[in-house]
Nanobody, 118 residues
């Protein structure tokens, strides 16, 4: 079992920045990667960024060059630095992970609201 707790959301003006944090606890053996997803009202949840234990990263095209995912292995924490925020970045942001085996369940945080005003 894995527990994920996010923090750092809030209200910001367009062009501003926010940093989200996600701290994992529980049985973290065989966790190889962690992700950030987001879900805007009336839309499907979408993958925003992924980071592996080897610090490889991947981003959605819509956030490339503006968002940076990073991690602190000692703290079991993953960060999402969001710069040059746009109103279309408004969503609930969720931290996600799963174990490396194919039948692993998905683990989600409770979500944190990010609202970007124009």
């Amino acid at each position: 079992q894995v527990q994920l707790v996010e923090s750092g959301g809030g209200l910001v003006q367009a062009g501003g920045s926010l940093r989200l944090s996600c701290t994992a606890s529980g049985s973290l053996f065989s966790i190889n990667a962690m992700d950030w997803y987001r879900q805007a009202p009336g839309q499907q949840r979408e993958l925003v960024a992924t980071i592996t234990n080897g610090d490889s990263t991947n981003y959605a095209d819509s956030v490339k060059g503006r968002f940076t995912i990073s991690r602190d292995g000692a703290k079991n924490t993953v960060y999402l630095q969001m710069n040059s925020l746009k109103p279309e970045d408004t969503a609930v942001y969720y931290c996600h992970t799963r174990y490396s085996w194919s039948w692993s369940p998905d683990y989600w945080g409770q979500g944190t609201q990010v609202t970007v005003s124009s």
